[in-house]
């Protein structure tokens, strides 16, 4: 059994019934829309916003109502509309290995199908009166929306503070995984100070997850035995280079920022970067920050009573930081 499967035991019975449920969410009589949806569908991944979502709403109350497959379905919605408009924007043609939206159906039909998915996830609170939860998912892809832009305006400048990256990484990612731990927990019938205690923990989980990937970037990927650099490629300055270009002389900093404004598609000129930051630190360093996160998104768990549910959604954290891709 893998990680994920074992993670996942509590609520194997909410995510079997939790599959019909979503497909029939994307439901469309478009014929085109349809094959779209379709497949969508079969190339999900581990679909770990849901499990964050129904962990969350188990650990509170065991009874798993209508409400938290509402909000599964609807954070799921959404997320999909926003990869398929991240596509387009990222002009990326693939996606977990599959060939992206947007490199079969090209950037018009995979912004529509993006608008179509988030209406439809709207729909779904609406006609369940989920007006809480609706809220929280807003606020969410409105601070998504505001990070992507913030991303793109900074890389411009090459002039990223890690106040700046730390900011943009909150909104970017982990202002998902806290709606889907507020979700769950609202959900559920709790409070709005445990609602917002899970809002908090889902934020540090996705502070920990992206810098994960920005560490990942960095270090060897065991199927073809070397970092990736594809941050560097793409001019985005994540946390182990922003920390060790602020601690550099002068002159290594305009070396390395020059590397990735003018060479960045050069490999031995992106290798010499990822050199220079293992050097320096960086890696150990982002490494620290992470870890931080994790103990913060713990902490909080703590005061929650043991459970099931509560020792699936630890062990979904150390999953978080510890996994290889």
């Known amino acids: ?11 194997k019975p909410e995510m079997e019934k939790f599959e019909p449920f979503f497909r029939s969410s994307m439901q469309t009589k478009v014929s085109l ?14 679909q770990m916003r849901p499990m964050f979502v129904f962990l969350s709403s188990k650990m509170l109350k065991e009874d798993v109502g209508d409400s938290t497959y509402t909000a599964a379905a609807l954070i799921e919605l959404l ?3 926003t990869l398929i408009h991240d596509d387009v924007i990222d002009e990326a043609y693939e996606r977990r290995g599959f060939f992206s939206v947007n490199a079969l159906w090209k950037s018009k039909i995979s912004v529509l199908v993006g608008d179509y998915l988030l209406s439809k996830g709207l729909l779904l609170a609406v006609d369940n009166n989920e007006y809480e939860l609706l809220k929280i998912v807003s606020v969410a892809v409105k601070e998504m929306s505001e990070g992507e832009l913030l991303q793109i305006q900074q890389s411009r400048k090459l002039k990223i503070t890690e106040d700046i990256y730390y900011d943009i990484i909150r909104k970017k990612t982990a202002a998902l995984i806290a709606a889907c731990t507020a979700c769950g927990a609202k959900s559920s019938g709790a409070d709005d100070e445990m609602v917002e205690k899970m809002r908090l923990f ?19 990927n065991g199927s073809i035995g070397k970092p990736s650099g594809n941050d560097i490629k793409e001019k985005k300055l994540t946390l182990p280079i922003i920390h060790v270009l602020k601690n550099a002389p002068t002159a290594d900093q305009k070396r390395i920022l020059s590397i990735v404004k003018r060479q960045n598609k050069n490999k ?19 490494t620290e920050i992470m870890l931080e996160y994790k103990s913060k998104a713990l902490d909080i768990l703590s005061e929650i009573p043991e459970s099931e549910s509560k020792a699936a959604l630890s062990s979904l954290v150390e999953y978080v930081v510890e996994r290889k891709k």
């Open 268 to 286: 031995k000129k992106v290798q010499e970067v990822i050199d220079f930051v293992i050097e320096n630190g960086g890696l150990d360093y982002t």
């Open 1 to 11: 059994m893998s990680t994920v499967d074992k993670i996942k035991a509590p609520i």
């Open 33 to 46: 829309l349809d094959v779209i949806m379709k497949y969508i569908l079969r190339r999900k991944g581990k």
């Open 202 to 220: 889902g934020e540090h989980v996705g502070m920990a997850f992206q810098i994960k990937d920005d560490l990942l970037d960095y270090q060897n």
């Open 79 to 81: 997320h999909t509309a």
